[in-house]
């Protein structure tokens, strides 16, 4: 922890790391965002002592994530970012959608200051829960000088957050950066592996913090059978809610789409909708041109944040 009178910001959205069940042996059939930040912070002795201030922005099973919290959860950590009583902020978060928080993050807020979200795939009821050493580590990297960057700690590995993606559905070493993590935490030590990546800055001043103002940005799945009739569909959607629509296709392999649902997509973005082409692998970029632009590396859910802020811009 730096020596300083700088503190660490923890901030609570909820999630497993918070979640509670019946019995101790329960990782399934609990209740996710229960927990109260203060109470999951008095749970690991080693935080008593550090310089830690906490708020609980949120209660959300992460399933349930909305634009709404997202905008209040960038205006606050940009604040702190511009507070210099504050080295360093951790975000306690459901990994159902954690990699998205972290991707928006990463794209709007201005600073260099290390934003850390962490999880858990354990409730806190539990007999073994992960939460406690995630949230130990996630604090050591926030208030480690140097470390830059929105990212994501969890079993040990620091993920960037353009590159992190969940993977596992149970296990705890959930998440993986497909190029591999930046830094690891081995017994409280950070041994950094990459370079940081510094937020792009977008600002949080140009979110909504009304749902209604934000586009509609939907995803178009290429599969077998897939005829593209869904497209205009949810044009008419948009236009009834008089909304801006985006669409990301989920093109299969190399982002191709069927020979229907290409034209559909096509036809979609000449009446002016906002389309790209991402892939449904689990690894591997987008690489080609098209009449369609190129998701490029970006994963599904990163490539859906791309064109809300896109949208946002116009
Ligand atoms: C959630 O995403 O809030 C529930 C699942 C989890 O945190 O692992």
Same mark, same amino acid.
């Given at each position: 922890m730096p020596s300083t009178a700088q503190r660490v910001l923890i901030i609570g959205t909820g999630g497993t790391i918070a979640g509670r069940a019946a019995?101790?042996?329960? #990782? $399934?059939g609990y209740k996710a965002g229960e927990v109260g930040i203060g109470e999951l912070i008095s749970g690991v002795p080693p935080l008593r002592d550090l310089p830690l201030v906490f708020e609980q922005l949120a209660q959300l099973d992460s399933k349930d994530m909305d634009l709404a919290t997202w905008q209040r959860l960038a205006v606050r950590v940009q604040a702190a970012l511009d507070d210099a009583a504050v080295s360093g902020v951790v975000i306690t978060h459901g990994t159902d959608t954690l990699e998205e928080t972290a991707y928006l993050l990463h794209r709007v807020l201005q600073g260099q200051k290390p934003v850390v979200l962490t999880a858990a795939?354990?409730?806190? %009821? %539990? @007999? %073994?829960?992960?939460?406690p050493q995630n949230l130990l580590d996630a604090v050591t990297l926030a208030g480690t000088p140097g470390v830059q960057g929105v990212l994501v700690c969890m079993a040990g590995r620091v993920h960037r957050a353009d590159r992190v993606r &969940?993977? #596992? %559905?149970?296990? $705890?070493?959930a998440f993986e950066s497909p190029d591999g993590a930046v830094a690891l935490l081995e017994g409280g030590e950070m041994r950094c592996l990459q370079p940081w990546c510094v937020p792009?800055?977008?600002? $949080?001043? &140009? @979110?909504?913090?009304?749902?209604?103002a934000w586009p509609r940005v939907a995803l178009v799945w290429n599969a077998a059978g897939e005829d593209g009739a869904v497209v205009p569909q949810l044009e008419a959607l948009a236009q009834r809610e008089g909304r801006r629509l985006g669409l990301v296709a989920a093109g299969t392999g190399n982002g191709s789409l069927s020979r229907s649902l290409e034209s559909a997509l096509l036809a979609a973005q000449d009446r002016g909708v906002a389309v790209v082409r991402a892939t449904r692998?689990?690894?591997g970029p987008v690489i080609g041109g098209g009449a369609l632009r190129n998701a490029g590396a970006l994963s599904l859910p990163q490539a859906r944040v791309d064109l809300l802020l896109q949208l946002l811009d116009v």
């Amino acid at each position: 922890m730096p020596s300083t009178a700088q503190r660490v910001l923890i901030i609570g959205t909820g999630g497993t790391i918070a979640g509670r069940a019946a019995s101790s042996t329960d #990782h $399934v059939g609990y209740k996710a965002g229960e927990v109260g930040i203060g109470e999951l912070i008095s749970g690991v002795p080693p935080l008593r002592d550090l310089p830690l201030v906490f708020e609980q922005l949120a209660q959300l099973d992460s399933k349930d994530m909305d634009l709404a919290t997202w905008q209040r959860l960038a205006v606050r950590v940009q604040a702190a970012l511009d507070d210099a009583a504050v080295s360093g902020v951790v975000i306690t978060h459901g990994t159902d959608t954690l990699e998205e928080t972290a991707y928006l993050l990463h794209r709007v807020l201005q600073g260099q200051k290390p934003v850390v979200l962490t999880a858990a795939m354990r409730p806190a %009821s %539990s @007999l %073994s829960p992960d939460g406690p050493q995630n949230l130990l580590d996630a604090v050591t990297l926030a208030g480690t000088p140097g470390v830059q960057g929105v990212l994501v700690c969890m079993a040990g590995r620091v993920h960037r957050a353009d590159r992190v993606r &969940k993977i #596992h %559905s149970y296990q $705890v070493d959930a998440f993986e950066s497909p190029d591999g993590a930046v830094a690891l935490l081995e017994g409280g030590e950070m041994r950094c592996l990459q370079p940081w990546c510094v937020p792009m800055g977008w600002g $949080v001043e &140009k @979110l909504p913090a009304d749902e209604a103002a934000w586009p509609r940005v939907a995803l178009v799945w290429n599969a077998a059978g897939e005829d593209g009739a869904v497209v205009p569909q949810l044009e008419a959607l948009a236009q009834r809610e008089g909304r801006r629509l985006g669409l990301v296709a989920a093109g299969t392999g190399n982002g191709s789409l069927s020979r229907s649902l290409e034209s559909a997509l096509l036809a979609a973005q000449d009446r002016g909708v906002a389309v790209v082409r991402a892939t449904r692998c689990a690894y591997g970029p987008v690489i080609g041109g098209g009449a369609l632009r190129n998701a490029g590396a970006l994963s599904l859910p990163q490539a859906r944040v791309d064109l809300l802020l896109q949208l946002l811009d116009v």
